[in-house]
């Protein structure tokens, strides 16, 4: 395996890679404040149902009411950095409209968990359906429209180019997230060498160089498989998307599991006409979009087709 020692990332930018939800432990007490007894922050239950109504406006999240822990874990550093003295205060800042402090209250309550070739079945299903179209089609164009750490994106552009078998693949990868340290983390494509230590000995050759020396432990992204990926941040309840494709893939995974019924179907319809009139759509293995079946059908493991999209290609995107 190629070797390296140039000046990465410092290690404590890139470890971790995802967030678990072990700070949502259930209800103790009359209030999150008093379920510890440590908090440093005053926090009221009216405080947790104003930050559950605030970040589903902002990014469509139905938070669990049990997630009262988790919340305090997550925003208190922010309250720290801002130096304000209570949730309430906090929350009164963000509504004020400080985009960046928006920015950083989502990246905050998102989670990140992914894997390289996270659910396996897609990348082979993603390369047949590729070879099928670009017979006839010059270029295609595949999103992945949760793209986290970076991790599926990677993974899609190592499909296409072993699928091809050039780092000059006809297929554009875009990759986009709504949280922002997320993005950064991706385009660095450092990561800590325990996320690849199921990838195969060919792969790691190809696709990765190893750190040494102060980056021993982590790995980097090859840079010819970086520029396959093209990052934008990018918030599906946006009004508008800055995207100009339509695309042959759209991969979506683990991402509805969040949203409320109503918030997966308004996403969903927005989809369709992003789609190729052969494009598919893959979703996680706990997603089903039996509420959204006038606008896709399944036609795979976890992967669906749209129903009735115009086929003239003059169907206007949101």
């Given at each position: 395996?190629?070797?390296?020692?140039?000046?990465?990332?410092?290690?404590?930018?890139?470890?971790?890679?995802?967030?678990?939800?072990?700070?949502?432990?259930?209800?103790?007490?009359?209030s999150p404040q008093g379920a510890t007894g440590l908090h440093q922050f005053r926090y009221t239950d009216n405080d947790?149902?104003?930050?559950?109504?605030?970040?589903?406006?902002?990014?469509?999240?139905?938070?669990?009411?049990?997630?009262?822990?988790?919340?305090?874990?997550?925003?208190?550093?922010?309250?720290?950095?801002?130096?304000?003295?209570?949730?309430?205060?906090?929350?009164?800042?963000?509504?004020?409209?400080?985009?960046?402090?928006?920015?950083?209250?989502?990246?905050?309550?998102?989670?990140?968990?992914?894997?390289?070739?996270?659910?396996?079945?897609?990348?082979?299903?993603?390369?047949?359906?590729?070879?099928?179209?670009?017979s006839h089609r010059r270029s295609l164009a595949v999103w992945s429209s949760a793209a986290s750490s970076g991790e599926?994106?990677?993974?899609?552009?190592?499909?296409?180019?072993?699928?091809?078998?050039?780092?000059?693949?006809?297929?554009?990868?875009?990759?986009?997230?709504?949280?922002?340290?997320?993005?950064?983390?991706?385009?660095?494509?450092?990561?800590?060498?325990?996320?690849?230590?199921?990838?195969?000995?060919?792969?790691?050759?190809?696709?990765?160089?190893?750190?040494?020396?102060?980056?021993?432990?982590?790995?980097?992204?090859?840079?010819?498989?970086?520029?396959?990926?093209?990052?934008?941040?990018?918030?599906?309840?946006?009004?508008?998307?800055?995207?100009?494709?339509?695309?042959?893939?759209?991969?979506?995974?683990?991402?509805?599991?969040?949203?409320?019924?109503?918030?997966?179907?308004?996403?969903?319809?927005?989809?369709?006409?992003?789609?190729?009139?052969?494009?598919?759509?893959?979703?996680?293995?706990?997603?089903?979009?039996?509420?959204?079946?006038?606008?896709?059908?399944?036609?795979?493991?976890?992967?669906?087709?749209?129903?009735?999209?115009a086929r003239d290609g003059n169907r206007e995107a949101p």
């Amino acid at each position: 395996m190629n070797m390296i020692q140039g000046q990465w990332p410092a290690a404590a930018t890139v470890a971790a890679t995802g967030r678990g939800d072990a700070g949502g432990a259930g209800r103790r007490g009359n209030s999150p404040q008093g379920a510890t007894g440590l908090h440093q922050f005053r926090y009221t239950d009216n405080d947790f149902e104003r930050i559950r109504e605030l970040i589903h406006r902002c990014a469509g999240i139905s938070l669990n009411p049990g997630k009262q822990h988790m919340v305090y874990s997550r925003l208190a550093r922010r309250l720290r950095v801002r130096r304000v003295p209570s949730f309430a205060d906090y929350i009164d800042l963000v509504e004020r409209g400080d985009q960046a402090e928006i920015e950083e209250f989502i990246n905050a309550l998102t989670t990140n968990l992914t894997a390289f070739f996270r659910e396996p079945h897609h990348f082979p299903l993603l390369a047949r359906h590729l070879d099928r179209l670009v017979s006839h089609r010059r270029s295609l164009a595949v999103w992945s429209s949760a793209a986290s750490s970076g991790e599926e994106p990677y993974s899609l552009a190592m499909t296409v180019v072993e699928h091809f078998g050039s780092f000059n693949p006809p297929v554009k990868i875009y990759a986009s997230d709504i949280d922002t340290s997320a993005l950064d983390r991706a385009r660095r494509g450092v990561y800590a060498a325990e996320r690849v230590r199921d990838m195969s000995p060919s792969r790691m050759k190809r696709f990765f160089l190893r750190g040494e020396g102060k980056n021993a432990g982590y790995v980097r992204v090859k840079p010819e498989l970086q520029r396959l990926v093209t990052f934008e941040r990018l918030n599906l309840l946006d009004e508008q998307w800055p995207l100009a494709e339509r695309f042959d893939a759209i991969f979506c995974r683990n991402v509805m599991i969040y949203f409320d019924k109503t918030t997966q179907y308004q996403v969903l319809k927005r989809f369709v006409p992003r789609l190729q009139p052969e494009g598919l759509l893959f979703a996680g293995h706990s997603e089903s979009f039996h509420q959204a079946s006038d606008l896709f059908r399944l036609c795979g493991k976890t992967v669906y087709s749209p129903v009735g999209i115009a086929r003239d290609g003059n169907r206007e995107a949101p």
